[in-house]
């Protein structure tokens, strides 16, 4: 009779020790969960939501703490030193009535951290670092923030920061960002610097590719800041570049606040701040749904009338829904591939100080870059409006650089130049 290792895996949940451990306290705030959406804290807060993993997606958080070893094997392997490994994290929160009352504040509700046993007598915002490093040149201390995440995910961050800088990574996961955030507080505090730096460091799972968000907190004026971005050395940060949050600490503290006020005024919850463009896919949707009564995802604009479909409407509707998700899939690749290749031709063409081109002389093709500008503007509106009111609007406008990789095939053979290495 065979036997299936991975129904076994599955059924018994890689990683339910851990769950467990979690599961004796409950919900808390922590750097971990703070730069999540505020209508979900506060539904975890409440009792209303929890995210109950299942064994499924336990093994999942093993197998992203598995690449999390493997990477911190493999700088130590490369001569960078590990001060800390799951270092304990708390950081003070102010004495105020509504956070030495909460249910939901580690050093109030509870005391221990059940999973390092870290003492937690005061409020806190506990957590737990994955390492505190010795940066191999200026020898200071920094976080590195693991997160192993597939290819699309990966391919996605590096487009938004090449497009958009700084801002396209806070965007694309604040989450992360404020976690490690959070840990660059902290690390300030504890070693009494005016500043400290970290880095999100994302792996691809599928390629073994590494990209680094780099961070830095400035302690004297509360700002965090993302000042750069690179995938193995390559800077891929955007013509946007460095994005900052000011009074960051300061809007950690208020979120939790407001939150516990909506916990004992219910009638302030639709006051909570949501961010839209991630309701779609939140696991909270349905429960955020019933709970504050409006609707979550855009409307679809469906009529009061029915009917059913005969047998060829319904397999071109099946086909339609199966066509639109294939192009959608092509189009996330082909997004990746076009950032992927925009870097490559900016990083040469700075190197060389004009324009490359790169040739595939095999295969017959040449590449590109194709760059342009563009200004929306509605030209007739614009033509009625008087002298001063033109002088307004061409201070307001704003001209997008616009890039995009050209790949031609060229007749004939190509040779290809010897001393242009597009690596």
């Known amino acids: 009779m065979s036997f299936c290792y991975g129904e076994i895996l599955r059924r018994l949940g890689v990683g339910r020790e851990n769950a467990e451990r ?21 539904m975890q807060a409440k009792g209303l939501w929890s995210l109950a993993p299942g064994n499924r997606l336990l093994g999942i958080f093993r197998d992203g703490e598995a690449h ?62 994955d390492f505190v490093v010795q940066n191999p040149l200026t020898k200071r201390p920094e976080i590195i923030e693991h ?25 694309h996961h604040t989450r992360y960002c404020v ?12 070693e009494g610097l005016p500043d400290a730096e970290g880095v999100l460091l994302m792996k691809d799972k599928n390629t073994a590719q590494f990209l680094d968000i ?30 900052a949050v000011r009074g960051f600490m300061g809007h950690a503290v208020n979120k939790v606040m407001r939150i516990e006020r909506a916990v004992r005024a219910p009638e302030e919850r639709h006051m909570l701040r949501v961010p839209e463009a991630q309701c779609s896919s939140c696991a909270a949707r349905t429960a955020c749904r019933s709970e504050f009564h409006v609707p979550v995802e855009a409307d679809t604009g469906e009529t009061g009338l029915t009917v059913p479909a005969t047998a060829e409407i319904a397999s071109r509707m099946v086909e339609m829904k199966r066509l ?24 040469l063409a700075e190197r060389e100080n004009k324009a490359v081109s790169i040739v595939a002389a095999e295969e017959g093709l040449i590449l590109s870059l194709r760059q342009w500008t563009r200004t929306d503007l509605d030209r007739t ?20 650089e616009l890039q995009y990789p050209v790949v ?3 007749p004939g053979p190509v040779k290809s130049p010897a001393d242009t290495d597009p690596q």
Not at 324 to 333: H, S, T, V
Request: charged share 25%; aromatic share 6%; hydrophobic share 35%.
């Open 68 to 129: 999390e070893e493997l990477t911190g094997s493999q700088l130590e392997k490369a001569g960078v030193r590990i001060v800390h490994a799951q270092k304990g994290c708390s950081l003070a929160l102010p004495d105020n009535e509504l956070i030495r009352s909460s249910r939901n504040i580690a050093g109030v509700s509870f005391h221990q951290c059940p999973v390092c046993g870290e003492a937690l007598p005061s409020p806190c915002l506990h957590g737990h670092i």
């Open 179 to 190: 976690q490690l955030g959070l840990y660059l507080v902290s690390l300030s505090r504890q």
């Open 324 to 347: 639109k998700d294939e192009i959608a899939a092509l189009e996330r690749r082909r997004d990746g591939i076009k950032s992927y290749l925009v870097s490559v031709l900016k990083t």
């Open 147 to 171: 997160k192993a995440v597939n290819t699309h995910s990966w391919q996605a961050t590096v487009e938004r920061l090449t497009e958009q800088g700084g801002r396209g990574a806070w965007a």
């Open 214 to 243: 780099r961070l830095r907190y400035e302690a004297p004026s509360d700002i965090l800041r993302v000042v750069g971005a690179a995938v193995e050395g390559r800077s891929v940060m955007g013509e946007d570049g460095v994005f």
């Open 408 to 410: 031609r095939r060229v």
């Open 22 to 42: 979690y599961d004796t306290v409950g919900f808390y705030y922590s750097p971990s969960n703070l730069g999540g959406c505020d209508r979900e804290l506060y």
């Open 381 to 400: 509106a614009y033509e009625a409006l008087s002298a001063e009111e033109k002088a307004v609007v061409d201070k307001a406008l704003k001209t997008t």
